[in-house]
C-alpha cells in the first residue's frame, strides 16, 4: 500500500509499504476513505519530538471502512464493512485510566512504557504515527491502518454524514472541545483562544456552544483570524497590536475569564527578540519548547481564572510564570485529549448542526501529495488552513 | 560553592580581580569569567548528576588549574597585590584539599554503597547476589489474579526471560529460560509458601546453574476493586561465562527487565494479551526499546522469520 512517512526532519515521503496485518485478537484492519494533517503533526516533521525513526508511517486522523476484524472482536462492537472514525489515542478500556475515562493515559497500550515512564514520570497511551516514545503505532495517512483494540475505539457512523463532517471526530473537534469544557464556562465568561489553527477554531466553537458570553481569536495569520471572525469571534492579530492591552480592552480591564492555549511548543512572538531566545533554546535542546502562548495566557488570565492546554508539549520549558499562576490563584488544566469520551456527544451535536466541522477545510489532496500538504500547512501558503488526505 | 563562585566571577569580575590582586592585569578580565563560566558547570553537573564522584573529580581538576594560574600570577607580582594573591592562593589550597577529599568520598560512598549489581558482577566475573523489586496495580480482584500467577505455566506469557515453566507436582515446576538469559539453563522451582489471594514464595532446589527466589504479594489496592502486586526476585548470579550472559541478559538496568515483565502481566490480565506495536511488535520478545523496526507494517517475510528476525 501507499503510506506518508517520515523520512528525517523537515521531510516526508510517500512510499510503497506492506499492508498492515492483525497482531493482536482485537485488532481490525481498516481501509482509510479520509485523513488528515494535524498541527501537532508538524510538531514532528520539523523534529521536536524525539524517538522518529525513518519509514515510520504518519497521521493520527483518520476514517474509513473495516476490511478484517480479529478473533477477540466481539461482532456485536464491530464487523467488515462498518464505517469508523478512529479516535487518535489507542485504548485498552479496561485499565484504571481508561476506567475513569482518560484514554490518553491507558496504562496498557504503550509498548514502549519504560520510555515514556523516563520522560513523563508515568506512561500514557499509545498514539497512532506518533513517534515510538508513543509505542511506534504505524499511522493513518495511508491506505490501510491496523486498529488495536477495535471493540473498544472506533466510532461507527451509521447516518450518512460525509466523510468531511465526522472525520475530525477522530482529533481535533474533540480536543477543541475538551480545551472549553475543561474551562468550566459560565455565560459571563469571555474566552480567549491562543492559535487559530484548526484546534484553536473548534476551541473556539466549542467554547460558543458551551454559553460563552465572547470568544477571541489571537493569532498573526491574517486569513485565519479572518475564518474565526466569519464564525464569530472576535480576532486579534498579535502582530499588529499589544495583545495584553487588546485583551484588556475587550474585557473592561478584567482579562478573559477563561484563556486557551491552542498553540503548544512551537509558538511564535510578537518580539523578535523573545522569540530568538526561545527559538535558539530549542535549537540547542536547553528546552523543547517555545511557549510564548502558555506564558502570554497566564498572564493575561483574569485572577482566579482557568488557563486550559491543550496545544502539544513534549519535554521541559524555561521561565513558566508560576509567580502569576501561584499569587493569582490560577487554574491550569491539561491533557492529551480522551477523544473516546467526546466522540459520541459531539456526532450528536453535528447531527444537530450546532458545530459544522467542514467550515475549516481548505485543501483536499490525494495521498500522494501530501509531502507538497505539509509544506503549505507548515509554511501557511495558499490559506491554508486545513487538509483532508484522499488516499 | 561552584555557583555562588561562579556567578560572581561572571557577575562581578572586578571585584573579584581586586580581592585577588590579579586587578592590574588584561589577562585575567578574560580569565575570570572564564573560570567563572566553568565553576557553573560544575555546579550544574554536581547538582543535577547521578554520577557526583565524577563531577567532584572534575572540580579537583578545576583547583588544580587555578592553583597553576594563581602560581603564575604570584611570579609575576609584588607587594600588597601578592600578599592578596598568596592569602586567595591558600584558601584555594584549601578547597582543594576539601575538593579532594569529596571527591574520594563521593567515589567510596558508590562502591560502598552499590549491592553487588549485575555490572559488578560482571566486572569482577565472580558473580553475586542480585535482588529486584518491583510493583503494579491491576484492575481484577486479588483472586483472580492471583490465581494467575498460581499457575505458573502462565508465567512465560509476560515474563522476558522465560521460555517455559512445566508443573511437575503439586508445589514443584520445571523452568526453562529464555536463549538470550543462557543458552540450556534450566532448574527446578519449588514454592516454599503460600496463602491464597495473598502471598505466594518459591525457590529453585537442586544444583540450578542460576540460583534464584521469589516472592510475590497480592495486596487489595484503596480503590476496592484493583490488587497491587508486590515482587522481588532474587538471583545468585555465578561466575564464569554463564554469569556474564545472565549479566548481559539484564544489562545496565536490571530493574527496567522485572518492570517490563509486570507491564506485560497487568496487560495480559487486563486486556487479555501482550499489546503489540509496529515498532515493537514482539510482545515481550522485544528485548530492547531501541533501536525498533519503523512503524509501519511487516512484510510476510519479517512475519515469517518473527522474533529472531
Redesign the interface.
Known amino acids: 500500500m501507499r ?1 506518508n ?1 517520515w523520512a528525517g526532519r523537515n521531510s516526508v515521503e510517500v512510499r510503497d ?5 492483525i ?4 485488532d481490525a484492519i481498516v481501509r482509510i476513505t479520509s485523513t488528515a494533517i494535524c498541527g501537532s503533526d508538524l510538531h514532528l516533521v520539523d523534529g521536536y519530538v524525539p ?1 522518529m ?5 504518519l497521521g493520527h486522523e483518520f476514517m474509513g471502512e473495516v476490511v478484517e476484524v480479529g478473533s ?1 472482536v466481539p461482532a456485536d462492537k464491530l464487523r467488515i464493512g462498518d464505517r469508523v472514525v478512529v479516535p487518535f489515542p489507542i485504548a ?1 478500556g ?3 485510566a481508561c ?1 475513569a475515562e482518560l484514554y490518553s493515559c491507558c ?9 515514556s515512564e523516563k520522560m513523563f514520570g508515568h506512561p500514557t497511551a ?1 498514539i497512532f ?1 506518533y513517534s ?1 516514545l508513543t ?5 493513518g495517512q495511508a491506505q490501510y491502518a ?1 486498529v ?2 477495535a471493540d473498544v475505539g472506533p466510532l461507527k457512523i451509521e447516518s450518512d454524514l460525509t466523510d468531511e463532517q465526522v472525520l475530525f471526530l477522530s482529533d481535533i473537534l474533540p480536543t477543541g472541545y475538551m480545551g472549553a469544557e475543561m474551562c468550566d464556562i459560565q455565560p459571563s465568561d469571555v474566552v480567549a483562544v491562543w492559535g487559530a489553527g484548526p484546534v484553536g477554531q473548534f476551541a473556539m466553537d466549542s467554547a460558543r456552544v458551551l454559553g460563552a458570553a465572547k470568544v477571541i481569536a489571537i493569532d498573526k495569520e491574517p486569513y485565519r483570524l479572518r475564518m474565526a471572525e466569519q464564525a464569530g469571534h472576535v480576532p486579534v492579530n498579535f502582530d499588529e497590536v499589544d495583545v495584553r492591552s487588546t485583551l484588556l480592552e475587550l474585557t473592561g480591564g478584567r482579562g478573559p475569564d477563561k484563556c486557551i492555549d491552542a498553540v503548544g511548543m512551537e509558538a511564535t512572538h510578537g518580539s523578535a527578540h523573545i522569540a530568538a531566545y526561545d527559538r535558539v533554546k530549542q535549537a540547542v535542546r536547553s528546552e523543547t519548547e517555545r511557549p510564548h502562548a502558555l506564558r502570554q495566557a497566564i498572564m493575561s488570565c483574569r485572577s482566579g481564572g482557568v488557563v486550559s492546554v491543550i496545544g502539544v508539549y513534549g519535554g521541559l520549558m524555561d521561565k513558566f510564570p508560576t509567580g502569576a499562576w501561584m499569587n493569582r490563584a490560577l487554574t491550569l488544566r491539561t491533557g492529551q485529549c480522551h477523544v473516546q469520551r467526546y466522540m459520541k456527544p459531539l456526532l450528536r451535536r453535528i447531527e444537530r448542526g450546532e458545530i459544522d466541522p467542514t467550515r475549516i477545510i481548505t485543501h483536499t489532496l490525494p495521498l500522494d501529495q501530501a509531502p507538497h500538504g505539509y509544506d503549505i500547512f507548515k509554511n501557511k501558503q495558499d490559506n491554508c488552513e486545513k487538509i483532508v488526505l484522499k488516499p | 560553592m561552584s555557583l555562588g563562585l561562579g556567578v560572581a566571577q561572571l557577575a562581578a569580575p572586578d571585584t573579584v580581580r581586586r580581592i585577588s590582586g590579579v586587578d592590574d592585569s588584561r589577562r585575567s578580565r578574560t580569565v575570570v569569567p572564564l573560570v567563572g563560566a566553568r565553576e557553573l558547570v560544575h555546579a550544574a553537573g554536581l547538582l543535577t548528576s547521578r554520577r557526583k564522584g565524577v563531577w567532584a573529580w572534575t572540580r579537583v581538576a578545576g583547583d588544580a588549574m587555578d592553583l597553576t594560574s594563581l602560581g603564575i600570577a604570584i611570579a609575576h607580582r609584588g607587594g600588597r597585590r601578592r600578599r592578596r594573591l598568596l592569602a586567595v592562593t591558600g584558601a584555594v589550597a584549601g578547597i582543594t584539599a576539601l575538593d579532594v577529599l569529596t571527591a574520594v568520598r563521593a567515589t567510596q560512598a558508590k562502591k560502598i554503597r552499590s549491592v553487588p549489581t549485575v555490572r559488578s558482577a560482571r566486572r569482577a566475573s565472580q558473580g553475586g547476589v542480585m535482588e529486584l523489586t518491583a510493583a503494579t ?1 491491576v ?1 481484577k480482584p486479588a483472586s483472580e489474579v492471583y490465581a494467575f500467577w498460581r499457575d505458573l505455566e502462565n508465567l512465560p506469557t509476560f515474563m522476558a526471560h522465560l521460555e517455559q515453566v512445566r508443573t511437575t507436582g503439586d508445589r514443584t515446576s520445571h523452568w526453562a529460560a529464555a536463549a538470550p538469559f543462557g543458552r540450556n539453563v534450566e532448574w527446578d522451582a519449588e514454592i516454599i509458601e503460600e496463602t491464597p489471594g495473598e502471598r505466594i514464595a518459591w525457590r529453585s532446589i537442586g544444583d540450578a546453574d542460576v540460583p534464584n527466589a521469589g516472592t510475590v504479594r497480592f495486596v487489595p489496592a484503596p ?1 476496592g476493586v ?1 490488587t497491587e502486586v508486590h515482587v522481588v526476585l532474587v538471583y545468585e548470579i555465578p561466575g564464569g561465562s554463564l554469569g556474564k550472559a545472565v549479566a548481559k541478559y539484564f544489562g545496565e538496568e536490571p530493574h ?1 527487565q522485572l ?2 515483565d509486570l ?1 506485560r502481566f ?2 495480559v490480565l ?4 501482550v ?7 514482539w ?1 515481550k520478545r ?1 528485548r530492547k ?4 523496526r ?7 517475510a ?2 515469517e522469520k518473527g522474533a529472531d528476525a
Open positions: 503510506a512517512t509499504v506492506p499492508d498492515p496485518k497482531l493482536n485478537s482485537r524517538t525513526q525513518d519509514g515510520d508511517i477477540g485498552c479496561a485499565c484504571a476506567a496504562e496498557n497500550t504503550n509498548p514502549n512504557a519504560g520510555i499509545g504515527g515510538h509505542g511506534g503505532f504505524a499511522g491496523r488495536p483494540f | 496495580t484492575r480503590d484493583s527496567q518492570d517490563d507491564r497487568k496487560q487486563e486486556t487479555g494479551e499489546v503489540r506495536s509496529d515498532g515493537a511488535p510482545g522485544a526499546e531501541f533501536p525498533q519503523p512503524a509501519q507494517p511487516l512484510s510476510d519479517e512475519l
